[in-house]
T-cell receptor, first 110, second 115 residues
Framework: GQSLEQPSEVTAVEGAIVQINCTYQ??????LSWYQQHDGGAPTFLSY????GLEETGRFSSFLSRSDSYGYLLLQELQMKDSASYFC???????????FGAGTTVTVRA | EAQVTQNPRYLITVTGKKLTVTCSQN?????MSWYRQDPGLGLRQIYY???????DKGDVPEGYKVSRKEKRNFPLILESPSPNQTSLYFC??????????????FGPGTRLTVT
């Protein structure tokens, strides 16, 4: 099976930087992805890491360390519209089952 | 417009009355999946399908059935709904392989209440 841990809540001010950590346990790792979900909306894809290192997409970056079973999502230059829940997800290599963390609620204050 | 559609968006039903939630995608994706979302538990995968006539159990399949007779459709069936199946349900799709397989496209969600 797979399990993922991420913090439940983070609060920060506009313009700040927030890092959301995700640790995982899986029998066959096949990649870590991140999704954003606004209240009342559907999850939307943000980024994906299959190999160690940093992937940058605009203000958002995602990092993976397979040896540590750890990754993070970095949100820079926070804006009010970044207030949302963020989920990490891992795919199992053997059967393509996808497991999500419980989510981190990010609240951006003025 | 590329999209995943679900119907109905909202449903209130009673225990034991069979129901089907439909899901359709227009992106020719091989991989389709159903999730339920409950407060504090994130998204939990119910069933997924790698292609037509190929389905597999996710983490919480009990009480649900699926079928994949056509590539674009992946209905979720609750044969005898119970109150513990009250939840927000999402359908999602993606290509089956390669980097793009990680980008799941989600439908708008179906909020189900079983009384």
């Amino acid at each position: 099976g797979q399990s993922l841990e991420q913090p439940s809540e983070v609060t920060a001010v506009e313009g700040a930087i927030v890092q959301i950590n995700c640790t995982y346990q899986t029998s066959g790792f096949y990649g870590l992805s991140w999704y954003q979900q606004h209240d009342g909306g559907a999850p939307t894809f943000l980024s994906y890491n299959a190999l160690d290192g940093l992937e940058e997409t605009g203000r958002f970056s995602s990092f993976l360390s397979r040896s540590d079973s750890y990754g993070y999502l970095l949100l820079q230059e926070l804006q009010m519209k970044d207030s949302a829940s963020y989920f990490c997800a891992v795919r199992d290599r053997a059967d393509y089952k996808l497991s999500f963390g419980a989510g981190t609620t990010v609240t951006v204050r003025a | 417009e590329a999209q995943v559609t679900q119907n109905p968006r909202y449903l209130i039903t009673v225990t034991g009355k069979k129901l089907t939630v439909t899901c359709s995608q227009n992106m020719n994706h091989e991989y389709m999946s159903w999730y339920r979302q409950d407060p504090g538990l994130g998204l939990r995968q119910i069933y997924y399908s790698m292609n037509v006539e190929v389905t597999d159990k996710g983490d919480v399949p009990e009480g649900y059935k699926v079928s994949r007779k056509e590539k674009r459709n992946f209905p979720l069936i609750l044969e005898s709904p119970s109150p513990n199946q009250t939840s927000l349900y999402f359908c999602a799709s993606s290509p089956a392989g390669g980097r793009s397989s990680y980008e799941q496209y989600f439908g708008p969600g179906t909020r189900l209440t079983v009384t």
